[in-house]
């Protein structure tokens, strides 16, 4: 089955680490986005990707790196310079338009939680 | 800038009655507008989708939602709702030209179900 992939599921890290999250498609899509999630604040944009090698800073990119290398993965990485990192993370891929299937995939999400 | 409103942060309906949320966005062409429902710790599962034709659109799970031009608004209902319909529901609003640009997420509605 096609799908998104986010690993892993629950992640601890320590204050001033960098911590890299997860995040496979093998629904050939071209565009994959990272969202961040907390509570009352719905979802906000971290990152996205339109093409392999390329990627736009989203809403919140401030403390985020990401990379884009393969089609296949997006991952993203939590930096020391993000001043408050526990939060529930998604990653989505979205199919290119003209495909007849028009919404977004979302993975099972990753909750970060910094002590 | 495009931007979704959804009014009601937590709602309580008791088990078999109506439910109606609310969801009003603002966009200047013509919006793609969707419905995503969250059970807890998980990704987001779609639950229908308005792109054009008939403002009435059914969904899965026994939802449906209404789009009202005049409003600015796509509120979700079902006539009676399940145990299982607790969770979070976020309505988002894209373009057009889905899949080259990032979709815009409300900051959800919790829906509580009492027996």
């Known amino acids: 089955d096609g799908g998104i992939t986010q690993s892993p599921k629950y992640l601890f890290r320590k204050e001033g680490q960098n911590v890299t999250l997860s995040c496979e498609q093998n629904?050939?899509?071209?565009?994959m986005y990272w969202y961040r999630q907390d509570p009352g604040q719905g979802l906000r944009l971290i990152y996205y990707s339109q093409i392999v090698n390329d990627f736009q800073k989203g809403d919140i990119a401030e403390g985020y790196s990401v990379s884009r290398e393969k089609k296949e993965s997006f991952p993203l990485t939590v930096t020391s310079a993000q001043k408050n990192p526990t939060a529930f993370y998604l990653c989505?891929?979205?199919?290119?338009?003209?495909?007849?299937?028009?919404?977004?995939?979302f993975g099972q999400g990753t909750r970060l939680t910094v002590v | 800038a495009q931007s979704v409103t959804q009014p009601d942060i937590h709602i309580t309906v008791s088990e078999g009655a109506s439910l109606e949320l609310r969801c009003n966005y603002s966009y200047g062409a013509t919006p793609y507008l969707f419905w995503y429902v969250q059970s807890p710790g998980q990704g987001l599962q779609l639950l229908l989708k308005y792109f054009s034709g008939d403002t009435l659109v059914q969904g899965i799970k026994g939802f449906e939602a209404e789009f009202k031009r005049s409003q600015s608004s796509f509120n979700l209902r079902k006539p009676s709702v399940h145990w299982s319909d607790a969770a979070e529901y976020f309505c988002a609003v894209g373009s057009s030209n889905f899949g080259n640009e990032k979709l815009t997420f409300g900051t959800g509605t919790r829906l509580t179900i009492i027996p």
């Open positions: 989505a891929s979205y199919p290119p338009a003209g495909t007849g299937v028009s919404r977004a995939f």
């Open positions: 629904l050939n899509h071209d565009a």
